[in-house]
């Protein structure tokens, strides 16, 4: 049973382009979560995703927009990258609704900008 | 912020020993999750306490939660080096039935030395 899995694991990019990072939740699963990570810090809630519709989103400016699809995967697309934007980006999975189990985290993107 | 706050903020300690870790919160929850993190990869959940729950055992580790104080603590009895990693408390909040996420605090990063 494979669990969460994202791609690419490592990314490069310059400021003022986009990005566009993927999950693939674990099987059975049919929410997508994204959260970001700055080093040192703990992860920050950026949206979630569940019938291909943004349910709740966290603070984070309209640069940030995501998209799921059909087969409950989920896309993160970053526009005009700020050097701030390095961090590594983690993808949870979930089953809507379900107040009493874990959420299951992939290994996370790490994005670099310079 | 709802965010959940580890203390302390970094642990070194001997194989064998016991190493206890907390988590403070502001707001009620629907349930609190412990994570492990290696070397800024993703997240690995230990163990979920309900709010219903005082007190949680899994393994070598033990959780207990204390709504009243909104308080929790992790124990990781007989440590290994292999438990050298970062520590996460996330609080689960819940608006309505079905919209849930996570709030992180910035992590206890426990080293274990041989």
């Known amino acids: 049973d494979a669990g969460v899995t994202q791609s690419p694991t490592h990314l490069i990019k310059t400021r003022g382009q986009q990005v566009t990072l993927r999950c693939s939740p674990k099987s059975g699963h049919d929410t997508v979560s994204w959260y970001q990570q700055a080093l040192g810090q703990g992860p920050q809630f950026i949206f979630q995703?569940?019938?291909?519709?943004?349910?709740q989103r966290g603070n984070f400016p309209d640069r940030f927009s995501g998209h799921q699809f059909p087969n409950y995967s989920s896309e993160l697309n970053v526009n005009a990258l700020l050097l701030g934007d390095s961090a590594l980006y983690l993808c949870?999975?979930?089953?809507?609704?379900?107040?009493?189990?874990?959420?299951?985290f992939g290994s996370g993107t790490r994005l670099t900008v310079v | 912020s709802q965010q959940g706050e580890e203390d302390p903020q970094a642990l070194s300690i001997q194989e064998g020993e016991n190493a206890t870790m907390n988590c403070s919160y502001k707001?009620?929850?629907?349930?609190l999750q412990w994570y492990r993190q290696n070397s800024g990869r993703g997240l690995v959940h230990l163990i979920l306490i309900r709010s219903n729950e005082r007190e949680k055992h899994s393994g070598r580790l033990r959780v207990t939660l204390d709504t009243s104080k909104k308080s929790s603590s992790l124990l990781i009895t007989a440590s290994r080096a292999a438990d050298t990693a970062s520590y996460f408390c996330a609080t689960d909040v819940w608006r309505g039935s079905t919209l849930g996420r996570l709030y992180f605090g910035r992590g206890t990063q426990l080293t274990v030395w041989p």
């Open positions: 995703y569940y019938e291909e519709e943004e349910r």
């Open positions: 707001t009620s929850i629907n349930n």
């Open positions: 949870a999975s979930s089953i809507w609704g379900d107040r009493n189990y874990g959420y299951t």
